[in-house]
């Protein structure tokens, strides 16, 4: 069984729409709308926009193995990438351009190749489901994904979606497999399908909540604030951050919102010209003060302040990072559901 553009369309999860190529499909987890206003604010953001972060391919099938294909283009300055596959919830394979995690760790902006891949997983034998996680950190044009042995492949759809809002440490920098950045985990551990419109580098951006989209969300979370205290300006922060706020509890009336303060980074002591780096918190508490059913998050301690947890030392965690990052935030959401 091979997929077409519409069985493709309707396994996967996460994106706003899927692009017809030349060569195949390319998921796309931002609007059209989206992605018009990140072109018109900063080109690098749109190339970031294109990666198809948090998004899975997901299926109920038969299939003994299956057969993915795919070209890999630069969205990023991270141009290392992982695919997986899962079968109910196990690890069965995938690929990656690196050879391990060491040569990640320490400097993830080292130099991959990219261009055209393929891999054949073994899926095993009877009804399994199916999710391939696709990366953080590239433009990924799939040129073929075929079941072999198959007699079904039907779509695996979550009841719940969590609509997540962030700079790069949402977006997935510098989880080394992508099922193991913040997100992917939470989603994995609340059971909810991930709609990711994180960007590497971004603050506040009260604009992209006037482009239209196809959310619907039950969960937001909000992950802003390391960027705006490192090169912001503290009024237009402050200004930003009600804006943004008020506009999506507007925008998505039904849904709980998540507002996360930023985690520890290597520079925390340093005074800005923005102020304090513990004033972001005050700034996104106040923000928030008279709003109905959005919550404060501390994030600060999620993650250990030590920079082996760091795939960079210093900003953004890997995989071990994140794990905690994961659960300390699961365990403080789970209380307001």
């Given at each position: 069984?091979?997929?077409?553009?519409?069985?493709?369309?309707?396994?996967?999860?996460?994106?706003?729409?899927?692009?017809?190529?030349?060569?195949?499909?390319?998921?796309?987890?931002?609007?059209?709308?989206?992605?018009?206003?990140?072109?018109?604010?900063?080109?690098?953001?749109?190339?970031?926009?294109?990666?198809?972060?948090?998004?899975?391919?997901?299926?109920?099938?038969?299939?003994?193995?299956?057969?993915?294909?795919?070209?890999?283009?630069?969205?990023?300055?991270?141009?290392?990438?992982?695919?997986?596959?899962?079968?109910?919830?196990?690890?069965?394979?995938?690929?990656?351009?690196?050879?391990s995690?060491?040569?990640?760790?320490?400097?993830?902006?080292?130099?991959?190749?990219?261009?055209?891949?393929?891999?054949?997983?073994?899926?095993?034998?009877?009804?399994?489901?199916?999710?391939?996680?696709?990366?953080?950190?590239?433009i990924l044009?799939?040129?073929?994904?075929?079941?072999?042995?198959?007699?079904?492949?039907?779509?695996?759809?979550?009841?719940?979606?969590?609509?997540?809002?962030?700079?790069?440490?949402?977006?997935?920098?510098?989880?080394?497999?992508?099922?193991?950045?913040?997100?992917?985990?939470?989603?994995s551990?609340?059971d909810?399908t991930?709609?990711?419109?994180?960007?590497?580098?971004?603050?506040?951006?009260?604009?992209l909540?006037?482009?239209?989209n196809g959310?619907?969300?039950?969960?937001?979370?909000?992950?802003?604030?390391?960027?705006?205290?490192?090169?912001?300006?503290?009024?237009?922060?402050?200004?930003?951050?009600?804006?943004?706020?008020?506009?999506?509890?507007?925008?998505?009336?039904?849904?709980?919102?998540?507002?996360?303060?930023p985690?520890?980074?290597?520079?925390?002591?340093?005074?800005?010209?923005?102020?304090?780096?513990?004033?972001?918190?005050?700034?996104?508490?106040?923000?928030?003060?008279?709003?109905?059913?959005?919550?404060?998050?501390?994030?600060?301690?999620?993650?250990?302040?030590?920079?082996?947890?760091?795939?960079?030392?210093?900003l953004?965690?890997?995989?071990?990072?994140?794990?905690?990052?994961?659960?300390?935030?699961?365990?403080?959401?789970?209380?307001?559901?």
């Amino acid at each position: 069984m091979k997929f077409d553009f519409e069985k493709l369309k309707e396994c996967t999860n996460g994106i706003e729409y899927l692009e017809k190529t030349e060569n195949g499909f390319i998921p796309h987890r931002f609007s059209l709308d989206e992605e018009r206003a990140y072109k018109e604010y900063r080109s690098d953001y749109y190339t970031k926009c294109l990666s198809p972060a948090s998004v899975r391919i997901e299926f109920k099938t038969d299939a003994e193995a299956l057969f993915i294909s795919y070209n890999v283009k630069e969205s990023s300055s991270r141009l290392y990438f992982a695919t997986q596959v899962f079968v109910n919830g196990e690890y069965k394979g995938g690929n990656r351009n690196f050879n391990s995690t060491e040569e990640i760790q320490g400097n993830p902006s080292a130099k991959f190749e990219l261009g055209t891949f393929g891999a054949r997983v073994d899926l095993g034998e009877g009804e399994k489901d199916v999710s391939i996680v696709l990366p953080f950190s590239v433009i990924l044009e799939i040129t073929e994904l075929r079941l072999d042995g198959a007699t079904y492949a039907n779509p695996i759809k979550k009841s719940k979606t969590l609509l997540a809002y962030g700079d790069s440490i949402t977006h997935g920098y510098d989880a080394f497999y992508p099922a193991n950045s913040y997100i992917n985990r939470l989603g994995s551990m609340l059971d909810v399908t991930v709609c990711n419109k994180a960007i590497g580098g971004e603050i506040f951006f009260p604009e992209l909540l006037g482009a239209e989209n196809g959310a619907d969300p039950d969960y937001v979370t909000v992950a802003y604030g390391t960027n705006d205290h490192s090169r912001g300006k503290r009024e237009k922060t402050e200004r930003d951050a009600r804006l943004f706020y008020k506009t999506l509890r507007e925008k998505y009336p039904r849904a709980k919102i998540f507002a996360i303060t930023p985690i520890w980074r290597w520079d925390v002591d340093t005074v800005k010209p923005f102020g304090d780096f513990h004033d972001v918190e005050k700034i996104i508490a106040a923000a928030i003060k008279d709003l109905d059913d959005v919550y404060l998050i501390r994030g600060f301690d999620f993650v250990p302040h030590a920079p082996e947890y760091f795939a960079d030392l210093s900003l953004h965690p890997n995989d071990t990072g994140f794990e905690h990052y994961a659960k300390n935030l699961y365990e403080q959401i789970v209380k307001y559901l």
